[in-house]
């Protein structure tokens, strides 16, 4: 079993940022991602449209034997975690979880939470938040735009500050202390986002949140893979073209082009 | 026959502005609509995922017994028109063949084509139009930015005019005299782009060159439906929320809620 690799499934390439937060924690264990770049985004579908992929996504990874699942989209994480539960023999790690408990050991007065409109249509990041701490403010917004510049390279400049601007001056005005950033895309324009919301407020990334839930629940199970520095990580996707590949690697900051494979699900 | 529908697919809502050209120019006739909702957009990927999805699109209409098809999307018109062609029982109307036709009837010297990248870089364009006239100049120019800003509904306003600007600065600086709005989403600012472009600068429009070409086929071959001022226009999609409605209002100019039903293909 622990030699097993963790699956990560995604919508498409955003989901790489948690591959890397994953890496850095656990540098030992092999990895099996899986890229639905054939039908990203999933921010824009309904619920049953995201229920559906995310199941498909799941039993891929499944099928391959993976010791633990981790649903890196905030919007599979949203509308698609507790489905995949009822089907999943092996522990289902999502992004909403773990960054929930985090925020909730923070003493926070106003929290802001930005994602897709998937991701901010369901609630879950106040809900699950308000359910451990019924006085939080939380402050939620759809930022559709960002998704699309970011992967067309849009990571600084003109164009994503004035996105910025545009959907974050709400949540300016409104003196949140922490920004929950729902969406894998995010952190990517991190350095832009603090720039604009300055340094009193604090960003919470849920690849960071994931990698160390995952880390402690490996460990505590006795479920460590064994030390390794060849760790094996591969990497699906359901639609491959040399665009994308220039996105994975932005997202996961190194070359990526020799272990990337497409498959149908 | 002549009682039969026309079929038109797409790969979302955008293909709404060609249906719109449709009821102008053929006010009697039925039209069966399907958009792909569920995994638009198509214009980010490979030709082979475009290929498999146009065809599962085309399926879908010719299964419901349409007179003809109609390709409104330019991405699957471009990646797509030719495989759909090889298993349709019915003729197959594109966006590319009527407009490159009318583009030759123009004496044009340097012909801009703007579009997903899945249409430029196909080069369908380019190519369709040298064969007519292998002297004619052709600039082509991937605006991926523009659909999904158009379907925020920044439709006027700074932020599509920043986005013109970036894309379409080239265009003017080589003194184009025709530009080919080659995405069904264009028209919706066609004002904007003809106010950066300059009055001397042709806009043409796919969506009113297939409408011409269909009209001009079903009066050749009598296949025109009977006048009839209640004609049935049904419109399919693979994903529906109450944002697509909104968007599809967007592109058709009018109310749609009644007459839009979801489909699995």
């Given at each position: 079993?622990?030699?097993?690799?963790?699956?990560?499934?995604d919508?498409?390439?955003?989901?790489?940022?948690?591959?890397?937060?994953?890496?850095?924690?656990?540098?030992?264990?092999?990895?099996?991602?899986?890229?639905?770049?054939?039908?990203?985004?999933?921010?824009?579908?309904?619920?049953?449209?995201?229920?559906?992929?995310?199941?498909?996504?799941?039993?891929?990874?499944?099928?391959r034997?993976?010791?633990c699942?981790?649903?890196?989209?905030?919007?599979?994480?949203?509308?698609?975690?507790?489905?995949?539960?009822?089907?999943?023999?092996?522990?289902?790690?999502?992004?909403i979880?773990?960054?929930?408990?985090?925020?909730?050991?923070?003493?926070?007065?106003?929290?802001?939470?930005?994602?897709?409109r998937?991701?901010?249509?369901?609630?879950?990041?106040?809900?699950?938040?308000?359910?451990?701490?019924?006085?939080?403010?939380?402050?939620?917004?759809?930022?559709?735009?960002?998704?699309?510049?970011?992967?067309?390279?849009?990571?600084?400049?003109?164009?994503?500050?004035?996105?910025?601007?545009?959907?974050?001056?709400?949540?300016?005005?409104?003196?949140?202390d922490?920004?929950?950033?729902?969406?894998?895309?995010?952190?990517?324009?991190?350095?832009?986002?603090?720039?604009?919301?300055?340094?009193?407020?604090?960003?919470?990334?849920?690849a960071?949140?994931?990698?160390?839930?995952?880390?402690?629940?490996?460990?505590?199970?006795?479920?460590?893979?064994?030390?390794?520095?060849?760790?094996?990580?591969?990497?699906?996707?359901?639609?491959?073209?040399?665009?994308?590949?220039?996105?994975?690697?932005?997202?996961?900051?190194?070359?990526?082009?020799?272990?990337?494979?497409?498959?149908?699900?």
């Open positions: 079993m622990n030699a097993r690799p963790i699956g990560v499934f919508s498409g390439l955003g989901g790489l940022t948690v591959v890397n937060e994953i890496k850095k924690a656990l540098p030992y264990e092999d990895i099996i991602y899986l890229g639905d770049t054939a039908r990203v985004p999933y921010g824009t579908r309904s619920k049953e449209v995201v229920k559906k992929f995310s199941l498909e996504d799941a039993i891929f990874l499944i099928t034997k993976v010791k699942l981790v649903i890196a989209c905030n919007t599979s994480s949203a509308l698609g975690a507790s489905e995949v539960r009822k089907i999943s023999p092996v522990p289902v790690f999502d992004a979880s773990p960054t929930v408990k985090k925020v909730a050991t923070l003493s926070l007065r106003k929290t802001g939470v930005i994602g897709t998937g991701t901010i249509g369901s609630h879950a990041y106040r809900d699950a938040i308000k359910k451990l701490n019924a006085k939080s403010k939380i402050i939620e917004l759809a930022c559709p735009l960002l998704v699309p510049a970011i992967e067309e390279g849009e990571t600084s400049g003109q164009l994503i500050r004035a996105l910025i601007r545009k959907y974050l001056t709400p949540l300016k005005k409104e003196k949140i922490s920004l929950i950033l729902a969406c894998t895309h995010y952190p990517i324009i991190k350095k832009e986002i603090k720039r604009f919301m300055g340094q009193g407020v604090a960003l919470i990334d849920p960071e949140e994931i990698a160390a839930s995952l880390s402690l629940y490996l460990e505590e199970k006795n479920l460590l893979a064994p030390e390794n520095p060849k760790a094996k990580r591969i990497y699906f996707v359901t639609d491959l073209t040399s665009r994308f590949i220039g996105v994975a690697e932005m997202f996961l900051g190194e070359r990526i082009s020799g272990s990337i494979k497409k498959v149908s699900l």
